[in-house]
């Protein structure tokens, strides 16, 4: 099955600085790979996706990386908030299928010192 | 995006009792609904895959007989947690989908405390 490698555990930046989660998945099939944001207690929230055909999406100050011949996906966070502070979790996902789950990474404490 | 529903939020119980955690899908029919665990600082583990009118396939390590989950119908998914134990403390998030949608979709989560 899939396996989905994240790094760093934790990560501390000041505000304003940058942060970039990086994530390896190892099924080449994967070809969709979402990123949560999940705060302390609540549901995870999808920030960004991107899909196989595309290298690279960004949403304000979202980025989302993908190189399909290495295998790996990065998140990028510009101009860090307090409010950014929260556990993110990188996915990928098989084709479609029977069996639609997702293969979660193990998480980015991400703290915006202020 | 999608609204997932969950029930109860949070809920504590004596050892030895079950628990019944209902989610639903308030807008849309959920073909696949999905149940997690996740311990303090860990990841989201993937428990159980349902469908809708089928049994459910249970990731490896998970004791069919203790998390039973029933789908029903499109909109509803249960887990019980028979003989609860305080091992099986845990944060339970349920998730849906269906053929329209590639995003799966999260419910709240239940806080579930085993005294």
């Known amino acids: 099955g899939e396996n989905v490698e994240q790094h760093p555990s934790t990560l501390s930046v000041q505000e304003g600085d940058s942060a970039v989660i990086k994530c390896t998945y190892s099924?080449?099939?994967?070809?969709?790979f979402p990123w949560y944001k999940q705060e302390l207690g609540k549901r995870p929230q999808l920030i960004i996706d991107i899909r196989s055909n595309v290298g690279e999406k960004k949403d304000q100050r979202i980025a989302v990386t993908l190189n399909k011949t290495a295998k790996h996906f990065s998140l990028h966070i510009t101009e860090t908030q307090p409010e950014d502070s929260a556990v993110y979790f990188c996915?990928?996902?098989?084709?479609?299928?029977?069996?639609?789950?997702?293969?979660f990474g193990s998480g980015t404490q991400l703290t915006v010192l202020p | 995006g999608a609204v997932v529903s969950q029930h109860p939020s949070r809920v504590i119980c004596k050892s030895g009792t079950s628990v019944k955690i209902e989610c639903r899908s308030l807008d849309f029919q959920a073909t696949t609904m999905f149940w997690y665990r996740q311990f303090p600082k860990q990841s989201l583990m993937l428990m159980a895959t349902s469908n809708e009118g089928s049994k459910a396939t249970y990731e490896q390590g998970v004791e069919k007989d203790k998390f039973l989950i029933n789908h029903a119908s499109l909109t509803l998914s249960t887990l019980t947690v028979t003989s609860a134990h305080p091992e099986d403390s845990s944060f339970y998030i349920c998730s849906a989908t269906s053929f329209s949608y590639n995003e799966q979709f999260f419910g709240p989560g239940t806080r579930l405390t085993v005294l």
């Open positions: 996915a990928a996902k098989p084709p479609e299928g029977s069996a639609r789950q997702l293969t």
């Open positions: 099924d080449s099939a994967s070809n969709y």
